[in-house]
């Protein structure tokens, strides 16, 4: 069976799909608006998929497969999308995930952002700014964004360090220098201890997926710079547990320090379904590093962060149930959605009682 990966990724994009996953001896599942669900096609055979990944993949990304048994790599259809693929084995065969990566960037407006208070982080000339959620959270999507925001605001020179590539930027008032791990460094951790010799304004490291580039990261901002990244947590008070977990115990006092002095701010998100189904918008939580947020961050008490969080709605902060309030207010999503998506079910259910929001299924 010849695959015709063209149309096959035209077909993602016209029909909504932003993920399909493809295993031996099953037919593909898709993601459409964040719902798995089965494609309908036949089952695939191992043949098959090893057809497409040979497609997907260069001669040198094949020789990276077989030694480390999983890649993740870009691929683009001009004038189509880029795709975020994926190649890993699993029962002794090979199998296939890839996500749709839109090749025109969208501004935070377009994104349903909070646009005031992300462009006012982005004003920071020093200092570090992370984008938190789980994986499909859009966290990379909000990340480039931002990048797109300061490269048409700002005469900077930022350098990325991604793993894959998945947006491409070009140079408005910033210089933009994109750096794919595998293709132009050989890791996070050795494109980190080069790149202040590439005098940069603005460093972005794509994921702080471990403790070397959670150092990385604070080590940079700490030497003037700002620094953007994505980091897989549920919230501000995690996110910060985890930037201490990158240290030793004996450490920690110094990195909580350390932590204080050059966060600026953390924008957590989670992707839900809107109310007519047809679609997800985020819900945020934000937290703006304040002198109170500093001294709670410096004390260790990241329990008291989401009443603060809450309380500092004149910084641009909310938690995430201020915003699931708020997007049921505006109908963007229904009760149900925001109650399954809450950290505080019976919380949120008081203040949609309080304003009349409690009945029904669909928005109020």
């Known amino acids: 069976m010849a695959i015709d990966v063209t149309q096959l990724f035209k077909t993602m994009v016209r029909t909504g799909i932003s993920d399909i996953h493809f295993k031996a001896g099953t037919p593909p599942m898709v993601r459409v608006h964040g719902r798995m669900m089965s494609s309908g096609f036949t089952k695939m055979a191992a043949q098959h998929i090893e057809e497409l990944a040979d497609v997907l993949m260069n001669t040198e990304q094949k020789a990276m497969f077989a030694r480390d048994k999983e890649l993740d790599i870009s691929f683009e259809v001009p004038n189509v999308s880029r795709f975020r693929v994926n190649v890993y084995r699993q029962k002794g065969t090979m199998a296939l995930s890839l996500r749709v990566v839109p090749l025109t960037l969208r501004t935070l407006a377009e994104l349903n952002l909070p646009e005031e208070t992300l462009k006012k982080l982005c004003a920071n000339t020093r200092g570090l700014i992370l984008v938190a959620g789980i994986t499909g959270a859009g966290k990379t999507t909000t990340l480039n964004a931002l990048i797109d925001h300061i490269n048409k605001t700002y005469a900077y020179n930022i350098v990325t360090v991604e793993d894959p590539i998945e947006y491409y930027h070009t140079d408005a008032k910033s210089s933009v220098a994109q750096r794919e791990v595998g293709g132009d460094t050989e890791s996070f951790l050795r494109a980190m201890k080069h790149v202040l010799r590439q ?134 999503i229904s009760k149900e959605e925001a109650l399954d998506a809450s950290n505080n079910p019976d919380d949120l259910m008081i203040k949609l009682n309080t304003q009349g929001l409690s009945g029904g299924a669909g928005p109020a």
């Open 199 to 332: 005098d940069p304004d603005v460093v972005v490291l794509g994921e702080m997926r471990d403790a070397d580039s959670i150092r990385a990261g604070v080590m940079a901002a700490e030497t003037g710079h700002l620094v953007l990244g994505t980091i897989h947590t549920m919230n501000a008070a995690q996110t910060l547990d985890r930037l201490l977990e990158a240290y030793d115990v004996s450490e920690q006092m110094g990195a909580r320090q350390r932590t204080a002095n050059i966060l600026r701010g953390i924008i957590c998100q989670r992707l839900l379904e809107t109310a007519d189904g047809n679609g997800r918008v985020p819900a945020t939580e934000i937290m703006v590093v304040t002198s109170l947020i500093q001294k709670l961050m410096l004390e260790g008490k990241t329990a008291e962060l989401r009443k603060a969080i809450e309380q500092g709605n004149y910084y641009g902060m909310h938690s995430f149930d201020q915003d699931l309030l708020r997007l049921v207010n505006e109908k963007k």
